[in-house]
T-cell receptor, first 114, second 113 residues
């Protein structure tokens, strides 16, 4: 069965510090991978996506993610966090065979200390 | 180009009433998806529709829930005889095809009293 695991429910970092949010997936097909961000009471905004090619993907707002097939991981990183990055982050996986029926992780809530 | 539009943004219903949530996809998108987000959980797929067709409803509860995407007008997610457990955020997403990027609306938050 397809699944996405985000091991960290909450993460707190200081403003200016680096960030890494973990995502592991289990999927029976070649995956497409996504990171979305959700601010309280808002919808989901796509940060970045991986379909194929270069395994290091650049996204909006200074985020990047690296696809590691051997580890079934797609961790999200940012070198220097800003207070406005405080939000909930969701990793999601899909596949051509399953269309856009995405499977989401449970999310990681990021808090930023000033 | 307007994004995915959902309304109402907030809906309050008493147990036993009906809830209707509407979604207008982005212009040019003919593929609509509904997802449900329960409190403190990730999004769960409910149903995938194209115009006048339900393609995949494997995530829909077997009773009380239905969805449509008519030839004209928005897609509608209908919940009959709501119960407290239906309280959630319901997100609609649209795409140009069945693969590739999905664009999400801001969600409709249903509260059942």
């Amino acid at each position: 069965a397809q699944s996405v695991t985000q091991p960290d429910i909450h993460i707190t970092v200081s403003e200016g510090a680096s960030l890494e949010l973990r995502c592991n997936y289990s999927y029976g097909a070649t995956p497409y991978l996504f990171w979305y961000v959700q601010s309280p009471g808002q919808g989901l905004q796509l940060l970045l996506k991986y379909f194929s090619g270069d395994t290091l993907v650049q996204g909006i707002k200074g985020f990047e993610a690296e696809f590691k097939r051997s580890q079934s991981s797609f961790n999200l990183r940012k070198p220097s966090v800003h207070w406005s990055d405080a939000a909930e982050y969701f990793c999601a996986v899909g596949a051509l065979e399953y269309g856009n029926k995405l499977v989401f992780g449970a999310g990681t809530i990021l808090r930023v200390k000033s | 180009n307007a994004g995915v539009m959902q309304n109402p943004r907030h809906l309050v219903r008493r147990r036993g009433q009906e809830a209707r949530l509407r979604c207008s996809p982005m212009k040019g998108h003919s593929h609509v998806y509904w997802y449900r987000q329960l409190p403190e959980e990730g999004l769960k797929f409910m149903v995938y529709l194209q115009k006048e067709n339900i393609i995949d409803e494997s995530g829909m509860p077997k009773e009380r829930f239905s969805a449509e995407f008519p030839k004209e007008g928005p897609s509608i997610l209908r919940i009959q005889q709501v119960v407290r457990g239906d309280s959630a955020a319901y997100f609609c997403a649209s795409g140009q095809s069945n693969t590739g990027e999905l664009f999400f609306g801001e969600g409709s938050r249903l509260t059942v009293l």
